[in-house]
């Protein structure tokens, strides 16, 4: 196949708006990754003009970013929940749904396939998977595909098709044969879709194309770097002189310092000169200036991947403890990368949704090191009623315990409605039964209120009643103890 003809297979799928119409760049090369700008995109032999794609190149900063959110998402286990009639969730453990969540296929762990999908998801815009159905037509295999090499495609009806390539194993199993199949077996995660590329709006962007700029210009300062430091174009110090020297007498100077000051004579004293002085070369401030605007074009492709800066540890003001930095991530941008790859399992299986049923990956997983947090948050959700101190045993992994499965309260936690019904506290003349009557037993008295306050003269009365019976019974027990 000539040139012309891989370049038109290459930009087919992405350089037209409307089938077979023509589109100014920017131009993405999905193969081989990078974008061709609509000067360089007019050549259909840019690659021979010494001209390369802007953004192809991998950057540190950038899979800082994409490995934060790939292996995130694959540390958090998901499962299959419904509504049920009490009004809370049931886990469903039966499921198609809930299989796949655990064993996705016979050669990937379900952490392997949500690495690989988000990945994919964030690098490239898109994520495939192929779903195989088994003789109940459940979708009992995920097998992820290539996104370079993978697309959408529209029938004259409007139906959508994929064709689905770059997965070495499903392929040798199904013939080798290029795939065609309809939308419902096809797993397909995308992020926000561009007008500018076809079949719109069943292809996705990644944010790499808003922070393309940030990554050329690191590229190329990092690039220029490594050439500088290749070339040793830095000299340690430079020697000067009044006089004027031919080249071959300034050749001959080189020769004879560098014979003297360089290999195994490295460190020892040369002897100058004809006037020759030496000025030690010292650090500018370029290379300050060069590492401030790495600094910020790190910050800037942080920014447009919605990452915190304190989660890839280059800097930001810290949080007091890890559970308000990942509160706060997922707020930001993980939330949205859980919920939305959520939402493409829904798709496929057919879910009805929130509330009603749903999957859904558990974010307690990162707070898995943070056993402060996690048995704070655990306490009090106990004594706050929403867990029964055996829920939140089963959530630490401990047996149950007896009298543990009712959530419980201490008893002046009522609920405004029951507050006028509750007893107040009897006074003290009103008390309850008739002293000296079999049975009756005397309740204690309360302190009045100033409703119903006893005068001052009563309370004397039956304070000095009270210390005549307290005198008569000790009379009582001492003629009793001197009679025996």
């Not at 012309?4 to 131009?27: Q, S, T």
């Not at 037509?137 to 993978?150: F, K, N």
């Not at 409703?451 to 001492?478: F, G, I, M, W, Y």
Request: proline share 6%; net charge neutral.
């Amino acid at each position: 196949m000539n040139p012309n003809g891989i370049l038109a297979r290459i930009l087919r799928p992405v350089a037209r708006a409307v089938e077979g119409a023509f589109r100014p760049g920017p131009y993405y090369l999905p193969v081989t990754g990078g974008w061709l700008s609509a000067d360089v995109g007019q050549h259909t032999n840019w690659w021979q003009l010494g001209y390369l794609p802007e953004g192809g190149a991998r950057s540190a900063i950038v899979e800082a970013c994409i490995s934060a959110y790939s292996q995130t998402v694959a540390i958090c286990p998901g499962d299959h929940w419904k509504l049920n009639n009490k009004g809370g969730r049931t886990r469903v453990t039966t499921s198609a749904l809930a299989r796949i969540l655990r064993r996705p296929n016979a050669y990937q762990t379900i952490s392997d396939f949500l690495l690989n999908l988000t990945d994919a998801l964030y690098r490239e815009g898109n994520a495939y998977a192929l779903a195989l159905r088994n003789d109940r037509y459940e979708v009992s295999e995920l097998h992820l595909m290539d996104p370079r090499q993978s697309l959408p495609q529209l029938a004259n009806n409007g139906e959508v098709f994929y064709r689905l390539q770059g997965n070495d194993v499903i392929q040798r199993q199904l013939g080798g044969e290029q795939l065609i199949v309809p939308q419902r077996d096809v797993l397909h995660v995308r992020m926000r879709s561009e007008r500018y590329r076809y079949p719109h709006p069943l292809v996705g962007e990644s944010p790499l194309t808003a922070a393309t700029q940030d990554i050329v210009a690191g590229d190329a300062i990092i690039q220029q770097q490594i050439n500088f430091y290749m070339n040793q174009a830095r000299p340690s110090a430079v020697i000067t002189s009044d006089r004027e020297f031919t080249k071959d007498q300034t050749q001959e100077l080189r020769d004879r310092w560098e014979e003297q000051s360089k290999g195994i004579n490295q460190g020892r004293t040369p002897v100058l000169g004809w006037g020759l002085k030496v000025q030690p070369w010292g650090v500018v401030s370029k290379d300050a200036a060069i590492a401030e605007v790495l600094k910020l074009s790190d910050q800037r492709i942080a920014l447009a991947f919605r990452m915190p800066l304190q989660i890839l540890g280059i800097g930001g003001t810290p949080f007091a403890s890890a559970e308000l930095l990942m509160q706060s991530w997922v707020a930001l941008g993980l939330g949205f990368a859980l919920n939305h790859i959520e939402e493409g399992f829904g798709q496929l299986y057919q879910l009805k949704g929130q509330p009603e049923e749903y999957a859904e990956f558990d974010t307690e997983a990162l707070l898995r090191s943070s056993l402060k947090e996690r048995i704070d948050s655990l306490v009090k959700g106990v004594q706050g009623g929403v867990y029964s101190p055996n829920e939140a045993r089963a959530r630490e992994g401990l047996d149950e315990v007896k009298f543990g499965d009712e959530p419980r309260l201490q008893a002046q936690v009522v609920p405004l409605s029951a507050a006028q019904q509750i007893p107040s506290a009897p006074s003290s003349h009103s008390m309850p039964g008739v002293p000296g009557e079999s049975g009756a037993t005397p309740a204690k008295p309360s302190q009045p209120n100033s409703a119903d306050a006893v005068p001052a003269k009563d309370q004397h009365a039956n304070v000095q009643r009270e210390l005549d019976n307290l005198r008569k019974s000790v009379a009582r027990a001492r003629r009793r103890f001197t009679t025996h």
